[in-house]
């Protein structure tokens, strides 16, 4: 079956696990914009953003020049408890597609935060303690963020105080309690203790949250506590460059064994695991020294690269962070209500943003039933349960795939399996009970979220 | 602060997955008494099984004499996918603990079911498609089992017909939603679908159920639908036979990193994974050529060795199975209902009874709250958030590392750590809570269950 003289499952050595991360702004002829102040519109300096962010995260997500930046020792101490993280040959994948290309899937769930998540937030908890701080704060949507910063800050003992959007906070207690369970605060938002939550609260008393809200109402307890600073799981700079390590070892699997893709494949939200899985093999086709198909998979009903527009915005609804440049459905943007799969974000990474905006990736939008139908597949041959996220990288894998069988191609096509569904079965309930449907907004619906973006041209 | 010469996790190469299960029982003294017909009390031959069992697999039941049976290709195919599992040497838990023991850990949670219970399943389902059946039929709890089988089902395209205990069904619809996506059937039980169901169903209208009862109903469906048979997983000899992979692989290890374990470690329920573990090192042990301490950990509240009778009885509280000879409670024997952590079984499998009467390992209880403090440090420093049964290891390797920090010794400990708590969210929301409490059975209480086992005197 195994067509590829390769091991079906390929784990590096330990000692192979890539001692600095790459910055692949490095090597980007334009370089991302950055983010603005949204008072003077100059963009954000080291000062600007001390009161929020840790010293050294701030310089990371400065950096645009150094392409590598060695890992601290303690952080590589930490990644060797679940990392190197496998490169496996999806054999069962291909024999039940009955195609000729080679399909192979890096997976970043073998690790109590179910994700790829943790590479960031270890690398930022480390950085927060290292300053000398007391603790960090953050939001969290269906968790698997604040999970894996909870998990970080308990290695470095540090407090974690996580504001988790109420309606999830309710819903999805399961990973409530595991970021309890590693001794983190849990609070829902909007929350009675900031000044921002008991606003919105006063002005809608019933409402169930939203990440927006959370994002703020985070910012503030960090911007107020003393010792704290707030933290992001996505879409920042520093995130990319932490999240390289899924790629640079994918990379060194593919070296070692021979492997040479054709095709890499992520899904994409803010752009965190996309943006680290393709780094290496962006930097080889930026240095001109190689050729990649790189292709974004974001949902349908939240399609920021395919029908956004590229321009500077607010990161959040609550337009207390800095702004933007990237592909955005406008900050007030919210995806329907029956859009299950993650990727809400209504913009993205302004690396990938750039990237994207030169020509570099391609993207496509897949609907969510034909997502969670590749995750059911997905499973059923490959033995994982997949993140909904990660289902829509499938999705496009087993599409590729399938071109392949079409024309005889033997393409060699790599995907993200960014993390595991256990968390997510709701959305697995619906799916199996046929009741899962589809929305795809209308030119009217996405209007209105353009008309809230700033005209600014810088 | 690694002070052997070994990696953090040892992966064995995919080529070095055994190519044979061991059973341990061709190297007894004392075989494992045979189960009998609670009818005639006689052995239960290959004729009286066969309208239940795969034919395969009695055989395998019945065989108490060939040493290695092989692993057909298909199965081996199967386990690429999720093994070797890795052995752990758990650095940080040795750090925390400031212990001169050397801790390892045989982690089997890397896998959609959760546990080591795919090990047997992908085993049973293959029986099954050869023998050229539709199906099986099987009853869960927890659910962890169910998943397995639904898993292996899947892959080998067979039916898998569910007997979920209601009460679980109801407040654990996430595991019943991962075996609706491996397409097995889920049936609440008691259900009005089998004659047992319905009867039960008449004499207690709000039931919720019990494993004994979905036992019942799983058989009466396997014998009465042409095509199916019954497949179960923990206590019998062919399961324990499967799991040997889990001691195979954790030795082969052991030998290629020049480890020499002191004491193995594993929690028990009906002891599908500690006879798994354990099992070529018992081997070693019954042969005379090597001697190692090996510990069965219960919960206080199920204290089936530490407490119960080695006798004939019941395997399931409906009657309807054969009966074994084993440690018991007695099959009315129901655990305290404040018990959270699974190994909720009256019995246990009659080959690690039989090595426990004959001295040749030991076995301790440990209270509930004490496993998940146990539980909570582990999760923290080592970055696995354990399942509550595995935890109960957790809490005697831990034990035993400190009673070495006292002594001085530097003993080198080996622990299985059966799966992950994903599911087990719950429980843990107790914890966290400080509402969790312990119970120990008074021996009035155990006299009540004890009064149910039938006087047998073969």
Redesign the interface.
């Known amino acids: 079956?195994n067509k590829l003289d390769v091991?079906?499952?390929i784990?590096l050595?330990?000692k192979e696990i890539p001692s600095s991360w790459y910055n692949v702004r490095a090597d980007m002829k334009t370089k991302p914009a950055p983010l603005i102040h949204p008072g003077t519109l100059k963009p954000m300096t080291f000062e600007d953003m001390r009161p929020v962010f840790c010293d050294e995260l701030i310089k990371q997500e400065l950096d645009n020049d150094t392409a590598y930046i060695k890992i601290p020792d303690e952080i590589l101490?930490?990644y060797?408890?679940?990392r190197p993280s496998p490169l496996t040959h999806a054999v069962?994948l291909e024999e039940a597609l009955g195609t000729p290309a080679h399909i192979f899937y890096k997976f970043e769930g073998?690790?109590?935060s179910?994700s790829h998540k943790l590479n960031s937030a270890i690398a930022q908890a480390y950085y927060a303690k290292k300053q000398g701080l007391k603790g960090v704060t953050t939001e969290t949507g269906a968790g698997q963020w604040g999970t894996a910063l909870a998990?970080a800050c308990?290695?470095f003992k540090l407090g974690c105080k996580v504001y988790m959007v109420k309606v999830s906070y309710e819903q999805k207690?399961?990973r409530r309690?595991?970021m309890?369970?590693?001794?983190a605060s849990v609070t829902p938002s909007p929350s009675m203790e900031t000044e921002i939550g008991r606003k919105i609260n006063a002005e809608h008393p019933n409402t169930t949250g939203s990440l927006g809200c959370a994002i703020s109402e985070a910012v503030e307890v960090a911007a107020s506590t003393e010792g704290y600073r707030y933290v992001l799981g996505s879409v920042l700079n520093q995130v990319l460059l932490h999240q390289s390590i899924i790629g640079l070892e994918t990379k060194a699997a593919c070296d070692k064994y021979g492997i040479k893709p054709d095709v890499i494949i992520g899904c994409a939200g803010g752009g965190s695991n996309l943006g680290g899985l393709i780094s290496p093999f962006m930097g080889e086709k930026l240095r001109g020294e190689a050729d990649y198909q790189i292709i974004a998979v974001e949902p349908a009903s939240c399609p920021s690269f395919t029908r956004g527009k590229f321009a500077y915005d607010f990161c959040d609804t609550g337009k207390v962070c800095p702004m933007a440049k990237m592909y955005t459905l406008g900050h007030d943007f919210i995806p329907s209500a029956n859009h299950a799969g993650g990727l809400r974000y209504h913009g993205m990474s302004s690396i990938l943003s750039q990237l994207y905006h030169d020509g570099l990736m391609e993207a496509r939008s897949v609907e969510q039933t034909s997502v969670f139908e590749a995750a059911?597949m997905f499973?059923?041959?490959?033995?994982?349960?997949p993140a909904p996220e990660s289902a829509h990288a499938i999705r496009a894998a087993i599409d590729e795939a399938l071109k392949c069988k079409q024309t005889g191609e033997e393409k060699t096509i790599i995907f993200g399996l960014t993390g595991?569904g256990?968390?997510d079965?709701?959305a697995?309930?619906k799916?199996?009970d046929h009741v899962m449907t589809d929305y795809i907004p209308t030119d009217e619906d996405l209007a209105k979220g353009f008309a809230g973006i700033p005209n600014i041209n810088l």
Chains 1, 2 share one sequence.
């Open positions: 079956m091991p079906y499952k784990y050595d330990e101490n930490f060797k408890m679940y069962f073998n690790n109590t179910g998990m308990s290695f207690p399961f309690e595991v309890r369970t590693y001794g059911e499973a059923r041959v490959e033995g994982i349960l595991t256990y968390f079965m709701v697995y309930e799916y199996n």
